[in-house]
T-cell receptor, first 114, second 110 residues
Framework: DAGVIQSPRHEVTEMGQEVTLRCKPISGHNSLFWYRQTMMRGLELLIYFNNNVPIDDSGMPEDRFSAKMPNASFSTLKIQPSEPRDSAVYFC????????????FGPGTRLTVT | QKEVEQNSGPLSVPEGAIASLNCTYSDRGSQSFFWYRQYSGKSPELIMFIYSNGDKEDGRFTAQLNKASQYVSLLIRDSQPSDSATYLCAVNNAGNMLTFGGGTRLMVKP
């Protein structure tokens, strides 16, 4: 079984550019989560979706961040414009609702904004 | 504010010893509890989950839950250098959301 798939694995961009991160959840999972991890702040939940609908986006840092889930097998996290402080590892995770909350993480995207 | 607290470590144990990792949480309504292992530069990997008070064993790993004390722990028996990683405790409060602790770095020395 394929796990959560994320692309790209590494992204280096200049300040002010638009960045789009992509995620394909585990087939059959109906909840999807976007996290950001830094040394200073640890693992932070940015937003999560149930059945493609955003449920809680209180962790999204500001309006520069947006996320979509157009169907059950694809989600994007967009940063526009990017800033150096956005440099972090971004993880996508998925789970099956009603199964106790077990989440499975993708390999992550390491974003560097110069 | 729902919180999950872990000692950041590093916790250093000799090879073959028992490593004991601890976690406390603030929300008494928490329903399920998870331990993730994260190697440097990798993503968190689910290794144990526990829903009921008591112990749950899986190979060399034992998760312990005490809801009255709001405390969950992970024991690793016969620790190996390959167990060296950061261990994240996570708590399910509502729906599918998890609140993560800051992680404990474990070092197993040969």
């Amino acid at each position: 079984d394929a796990g959560v798939i994320q692309s790209p694995r590494h992204e280096v961009t200049e300040m002010g550019q638009e960045v789009t991160l992509r995620c394909k959840p585990i087939s059959g999972h109906n909840s999807l989560f976007w996290y950001r991890q830094t040394m200073m702040r640890g693992l932070e939940l940015l937003i999560y979706f149930n059945n493609n609908v955003p449920i809680d986006d209180s962790g999204m840092p500001e309006d520069r961040f947006s996320a979509k889930m157009p169907n059950a097998s694809f989600s994007t996290l967009k940063i526009q414009p990017s800033e150096p402080r956005d440099s972090a590892v971004y993880f996508c995770a998925s789970s099956l609702m009603g199964q106790g909350g077990e989440q499975y993480f993708g390999p992550g995207t390491r974003l560097t904004v110069t | 504010q729902k919180e999950v607290e872990q000692n950041s470590g590093p916790l250093s144990v000799p090879e073959g010893a028992i490593a004991s990792l601890n976690c406390t949480y603030s929300d008494r309504g928490s329903q399920s509890f998870f331990w993730y292992r994260q190697y440097s530069g990798k993503s968190p990997e689910l290794i144990m989950f526990i829903y009921s008070n008591g112990d749950k064993e899986d190979g060399r790993f034992t998760a312990q839950l005490n809801k009255a004390s709001q405390y969950v722990s992970l024991l690793i028996r016969d620790s190996q250098p390959s167990d060296s990683a950061t261990y994240l405790c996570a708590v399910n409060n509502a729906g599918n959301m998890l609140t993560f602790g800051g992680g404990t770095r474990l070092m197993v020395k040969p």
